[in-house]
């Protein structure tokens, strides 16, 4: 048991370290990454609802779940990520912070939209100053793209 606990917080120790030097690499943990990330995760699972309850998907041809649907979201949600990692480094080569920043609440607006979306086929209804706060959010990443 004790070796156990030994594999176990190894594990955990690089899993850290990993984890740790991926968040380094784009920019430090904020709280805007902090958004993002909890959208990606809710839109994921909503996806999952959606396609295993309602079976109304538009992400696979009967509407119903799909590994490979899920696989292509969950990577197609990880190539945001590296989106912004390379928009870190952007800021970091020019000289300005404002790019990670503009990307992030862009990449938040979509997941918000998509959430969203994903409500309405589940058909709960959300207050409209949900989705008006979404439209400033879109506004705010237009408005830090074309400014700078």
Known sequence: ?????????????????????????????????????????????????????WKKSNKSDTGALSSYSAWRG?????????????????DVTLGVEYIRSAVIFAFIANEGISILENLGIMGVKYPTALKKALDILTSKAENSESVK
């Open 74 to 90: 969950l990577c197609r949600k990880g190539v945001s990520l590296l989106v912004i990692l390379i928009a870190y480094r952007l």
């Open 1 to 53: 048991m004790e070796q156990l606990a030994n594999v176990k917080a190894y594990l955990c120790a690089v899993f850290g370290a990993v984890v740790g030097g991926i968040v380094n690499l784009m920019g430090g943990w904020s709280e805007d990454l902090t958004t993002l990330l909890l959208f990606m995760g809710v839109d994921f699972i909503l996806g999952l609802l959606i396609a295993a309850l």
